[in-house]
């Protein structure tokens, strides 16, 4: 009876953990074709294969559902591992192997970073866990790319505002979808832009 009990919780904890995982997909499907604004949960259940009490269930609100969300895109496709470039004491080169490394990564997974950011600007829940995960990401790599250029003051400034225009996600958007460069020519025309950067005086 024991075992048999056993076996019972653990194929319903299985089911339990399969049909949670059906719906995180649902969710980023739909987040990333119409964006967290525009998906209802009635549509996340429909596109799950169960009922909206369900979803409920495993996700009482929608904070718990977009961190859900925002863990499985990562593990489904992690952005570029910062600390090796940490080891590159050359800032320009750095800089290059960064945005080498991280302009495909925007390629990849641009429609999902386009929708949350659009969303994000009407929806408080969706900005907190962009800024936590996604642009808290892009700010550790600025940060990491700051450093050694040898410049203080105005000119520091300057740099890690170029920086941060190197590794926003619309600023690959612009020059790779709207303007039609390749990843490559995007790369050298920032890292161009960022090396001038600290010798420009305002």
Known sequence: MAEARKLKLKLRAERQAQTRQRIVEAAVELHGTRGPARTTITAIAEHAGVERVTVYRHFPDDRSLLEACSAHVRAQVPPPNPRPWKKLSDPRTRTETALTELYPYFRLTSRGWAAILRDAEILPIVREIAEKRRLG?????RDILAVGW???GERRELLRAALGLAVDFRTWETLAEKQGLSDAQAVQLVTDIVVRAP???L
């Open 137 to 141: 990401y892009l700010a550790e790599v």
């Open 150 to 152: 040898g410049v203080r």
């Open 199 to 201: 010798i420009e005086r």
